[in-house]
């Protein structure tokens, strides 16, 4: 077998007891399905010719036995459907429950690559597929082939030559149902990219509406909208088509196997080598083995869309983080935050230039330490090495004298506190944005957290405060707000060591005074990078580094490069 489907079948395993139980219901139902015609076959040929009394005896007993074997067929049937989609369903809690796990694991790098967006929706429907193969699979296979197999030996008991009559058309059956199955999945599958194609489109409309608006643009929009639509309604036609090929060629198969049944038996009749009852016989297993046949097809393309969600899921799977807890790690003590780069060296792949090329730095504990430079000159890079976002290509970088690759992640991440100018909120309250800082913060703490970040009263006047929800990704707040909850989020965090990546450039300026203050008011007895997008917020920094795609080009004070008459000098005239 091969490695994936062994891999796929270890996801049975804390089940086994309903998947035995699912395939003792398959055989049940199967036999049901195959014993009733049977025993009409019994009634038919023997019981109508016995005494009345014993005839009616007779009848009443297999009356009930029929009855009895219709329940047991009722309940498999009902077992099969309930407990067999329930255990699809655990096992894509499983594997979605893996697959959230990993994706939290995953690296910066990982998510460079990958458009998250695109991602989820095919996990999605790559879950679903597979849970679907995962439970239809087996019972399928097992009531299908049973069905097929014992009709055909039962019948081949009663009559040879009547199975070949009956069995004839069934390889112009396959051949028919296969090929326009195969048209109709394929038209089924355009559907899903057309609709999966309009939800892009208007999830992108809404989400940019105030754009559309205000460009005035939204005849061209409906335009735009309207090419997908008609995309959408056209592959629907389409596969209509094929559907009522499929439908509508399969029943008259049905019939035409009957057709041939009842000339060929009458035919035999009067030759005297079947009589009535081996036709009435045949005639009820007919539909015994055309509907198995039509689920079998529909398995060949069941497998082939859950086998290769499964390929996709384990390739994901396969992805190894790179970054993780050296085997050596060590929780780091709380820590006073000296930072420092030797001989850094870093390059995002093995296929792009290097950003960064032996940096050497030293930043003292509780220091204010500035990064300038012109946009892409590795700023924002150098900052995400503090964290661990990526490794280092070479050198090492240190914190009190601790090379960060000998810590663990989360002890490390713990004592960073980053400020970004894109700042992002999760669903859900004011309340429980700020608590992201610290889970188990005490109401008082976060009261405090935003009131240190200048935000207590601005969330007060919200109309129900702290409660307030955020709404998707904040909107209802302004620049300066969002920006305020996420430097209270740092302060509940309260690390000695801050990242300010151009924290107040998305701001206009009054908020910007207000957030600079907020952000001072943090940086107290910490460690802090500030990236500044405008100069003059800068001044009072302790040394002003200034990066350019060679390297530091440039350290020292305000004061001190100004009279250097460096690049320092050029880009504060240039701005301000
Ligand atoms: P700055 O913050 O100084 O504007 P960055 O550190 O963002 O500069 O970028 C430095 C260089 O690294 C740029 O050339 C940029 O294109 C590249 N870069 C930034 N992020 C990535 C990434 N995730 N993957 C590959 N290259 C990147
Ligand atoms: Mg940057």
New binding site residues.
């Given amino acids: 077998m091969n490695k994936n489907l062994k891999k796929m079948m270890t996801y049975y395993r804390p089940y086994r007891k309903i998947f035995w139980a699912d395939m003792l219901f398959a055989i049940l139902d199967a036999a049901v399905a195959l014993s009733i015609p049977l025993i009409i076959r019994y009634i038919t040929s023997k019981v109508v010719f016995m005494e009345p009394d014993q005839a009616l005896h007779k009848i009443i007993m297999l009356g009930i036995a029929m009855v009895l074997m219709v329940a047991v067929g009722c309940y498999s049937k009902f077992f099969i459907c309930n407990y067999g989609h329930v255990m699809g369903a655990k096992i894509e809690y499983d594997m979605r429950a893996e697959i959230f796990g990993h994706f939290q694991k995953l690296s910066?790098?990982f998510y460079?690559e990958e458009k998250v967006g695109q991602l989820m929706s095919r996990i999605t429907s790559d879950l679903f597929d597979i849970s679907e193969l995962m439970h239809h699979g087996p019972e399928n296979i097992v009531i299908s082939m049973l069905k097929i197999l014992g009709a055909f030996v039962i019948l081949l008991n009663i009559s040879p030559r009547l199975t070949v009559a009956a069995f004839l058309m069934i390889p112009f059956m396959i051949v028919y149902a296969y090929f326009v199955n195969r048209h109709m999945r394929k038209a089924f599958r355009q559907n899903r990219i057309k609709i999966a194609e309009i939800n892009a489109q208007i999830e992108d409309n809404l989400s940019g509406i105030r754009v559309v608006k205000s460009f005035a643009n939204e005849d061209i929009e409906q335009k735009k909208f309207r090419v997908g639509n008609e995309g959408f309604l056209n592959a629907k036609r389409n596969s209509y088509h094929y559907m009522g090929a499929f439908q509508a060629g399969l029943g008259s198969f049905t019939t035409l196997i009957q057709v041939c049944v009842i000339v060929a038996g009458t035919y035999f009749i009067t030759q005297g080598s079947v009589d009535v009852n081996d036709l009435i016989t045949f005639i009820l297993y007919i539909s015994v083995f055309t509907d198995p046949i039509r689920t079998l097809i529909d398995f060949t393309e069941q497998f082939q869309n859950g086998y290769s969600g499964f390929e996709r899921f384990m390739e994901i799977m396969s992805i190894e983080p790179d970054i993780e807890d050296s085997e050596d790690a060590i929780e780091a003590p709380v820590l006073k935050g000296d930072i420092c780069f030797k001989d850094v060296s870093f390059a995002?792949?093995d296929s792009?230039p290097e950003?960064l090329s032996h940096v050497s730095l030293n930043v003292p504990a509780g220091s204010y330490m500035a990064l300038v430079?012109?946009?892409?000159?590795?700023?924002?890079?150098?900052c995400?090495l503090i964290p661990r976002f990526y490794e280092v290509t070479s050198g090492e970088i240190t914190i009190d004298g601790i090379d960060i690759r000998k810590m663990t992640l989360k002890s490390l991440r713990n004592q960073i506190g980053i400020v970004q100018q894109d700042v992002y909120l999760f669903a859900g309250s004011v309340y429980e944005n700020i608590l992201y800082g610290k889970p188990d913060a005490t109401e008082e703490e976060v009261y405090q957290a935003a009131k240190n970040a200048n935000a207590h009263e601005f969330i007060m006047s919200l109309p129900e405060g702290y409660q307030t929800d955020i709404g998707q990704r904040g909107i209802k707040l302004s620049g300066g707000q969002k920006q305020r909850l996420s430097i209270a989020r740092v302060f509940l965090k309260n690390p000695p060591i801050l990242i300010f990546?151009?924290a107040t450039s998305a701001l206009d300026n009054e908020s910007e005074r207000v957030v600079q203050e907020s952000l001072e008011h943090l940086a107290k007895n910490r460690t802090t990078f500030v990236?500044a997008h405008r100069l003059s917020t800068i001044r009072n920094a302790e040394k002003i580094l200034v990066?350019t795609e060679d390297g530091i080009a440039e350290q020292g004070t305000h004061e001190g490069l100004l009279a250097n008459g460096g690049i320092y000098e050029k880009l504060y005239h240039m701005h301000d």
Avoid at 373 to 382: D, H, Q
């Fill in positions: 910066f790098s460079d995002y792949n792009t950003v430079g012109s946009s892409g000159a590795g700023k924002t890079t150098l995400s990546d151009e990236i990066l």
